[in-house]
């Protein structure tokens, strides 16, 4: 098995701010972390470092004495309104952070202004060393692995990537098919979970399991191993497990250590590449 770098993402305790996040990824074996430094959603729970300095030193302390590594930063949203100037700063800070990727959400139904808004954002990722990675989610207008792979292809950028999360690929019409005919080239990383399968029949639930509520490898129905069986084996992994109501009992230390356990058995028992 290729020895993978494990990323913390921060929905597994999204209240927790940055400097102890990063120390509750060191103590619990990852070495790195997604930082959610924008909300997903209108009054949603993130982490303004560009608002607060203090709390961007102590940010940037903890990456030092930590040695953990910031893999991605969220989330950037592709709207019909799209304004490069409104995530320069975000950009900037994703640099300074020693950041690497930038997750983003497309939510503009005309796919080529989207295609045009991510070829821009690319552009100016580039420029800070990161990648734009977008994410397919059912219920926005990137909603299948096919509809990623065809913005990021027309919009021909070298640092444009195509972020497949367990969840939403299971949730979506994306196909294995569909992912193994994604270019390694255009994939940075890959987020894990498990989750019910069939999974919720309406937009609101399934947003709420994707934020709040999903399961621990292996106790779900998604095809985890046919799905990472389908990307390259070196890709990190990047552990998404939400579940409020466990990390509210056993408390967030507790509960990233399940997520961190789960994921590694779930690596060790995958089969071995030919």
Same mark, same amino acid.
Request: glycine share 8%; with cysteine.
């Given at each position: 098995?290729?020895?993978?770098?494990?990323?913390?993402? /921060?929905?597994?305790?999204?209240?927790?701010?940055?400097?102890?996040?990063?120390?509750?990824?060191?103590?619990?074996?990852?070495?790195?972390?997604?930082?959610?430094?924008?909300?997903?959603?209108?009054?949603?729970?993130?982490?303004?470092?560009?608002?607060?300095?203090?709390?961007?030193?102590?940010?940037?302390?903890?990456?030092?004495?930590?040695?953990?590594?910031?893999?991605?930063?969220?989330?950037?949203?592709?709207?019909?309104?799209?304004?490069?100037?409104? *995530?320069?700063?975000?950009?900037?800070?994703?640099? /300074?952070?020693? &950041?690497?990727?930038?997750?983003?959400?497309? +939510? +503009?139904?005309?796919?080529?202004?989207?295609?045009?808004?991510?070829?821009?954002?690319?552009?100016?990722?580039?420029?800070?060393?990161?990648?734009?990675?977008?994410?397919?989610?059912? *219920?926005?207008?990137?909603?299948?692995?096919?509809?990623?792979?065809?913005?990021?292809?027309?919009? +021909?950028?070298?640092?444009?990537?195509?972020?497949?999360?367990?969840?939403?690929?299971?949730?979506?019409?994306?196909?294995?098919?569909?992912?193994?005919?994604?270019?390694?080239?255009?994939?940075?990383?890959?987020?894990?979970?498990? &989750?019910?399968?069939?999974?919720?029949?309406?937009?609101?639930?399934?947003?709420?399991?994707?934020?709040?509520?999903?399961?621990?490898?292996?106790?779900?129905?998604? +095809?985890?191993?046919?799905?990472?069986?389908?990307?390259?084996?070196?890709?990190?992994?990047?552990?998404?497990?939400?579940?409020?109501?466990?990390?509210?009992?056993?408390?967030?230390?507790? *509960?990233?250590?399940?997520?961190?356990?789960?994921?590694?058995?779930?690596?060790?028992?995958?089969?071995?590449?030919?």
């Amino acid at each position: 098995m290729t020895q993978r770098l494990l990323s913390l993402a /921060q929905l597994v305790a999204l209240p927790v701010e940055p400097p102890r996040f990063l120390q509750i990824a060191a103590e619990v074996g990852c070495q790195g972390v997604g930082l959610r430094l924008l909300p997903s959603a209108p009054g949603g729970v993130h982490h303004a470092l560009a608002e607060r300095p203090e709390l961007l030193r102590e940010t940037l302390a903890a990456v030092r004495d930590t040695g953990v590594r910031v893999l991605d930063l969220e989330v950037v949203r592709l709207g019909a309104d799209f304004s490069l100037e409104a *995530w320069r700063r975000f950009l900037e800070i994703g640099e /300074q952070l020693g &950041g690497r990727h930038v997750l983003v959400a497309g +939510d +503009d139904p005309d796919e080529a202004r989207l295609t045009d808004a991510f070829a821009r954002l690319c552009e100016a990722a580039a420029a800070h060393g990161l990648t734009a990675d977008l994410e397919c989610m059912p *219920w926005t207008a990137v909603a299948d692995v096919r509809t990623a792979a065809r913005v990021v292809a027309a919009a +021909d950028q070298p640092n444009g990537g195509v972020l497949v999360d367990a969840l939403h690929f299971a949730r979506s019409a994306s196909t294995l098919a569909d992912v193994a005919a994604l270019p390694h080239a255009r994939l940075n990383y890959v987020q894990v979970c498990d &989750g019910r399968v069939p999974g919720p029949d309406t937009v609101e639930a399934m947003i709420f399991d994707a934020r709040c509520e999903r399961l621990l490898p292996g106790e779900g129905g998604i +095809d985890l191993a046919g799905l990472l069986g389908a990307l390259p084996d070196d890709l990190p992994i990047s552990i998404e497990i939400p579940s409020e109501s466990r990390a509210r009992e056993l408390g967030h230390v507790a *509960w990233a250590c399940q997520a961190v356990e789960a994921t590694r058995r779930l690596l060790a028992g995958l089969p071995p590449r030919a």
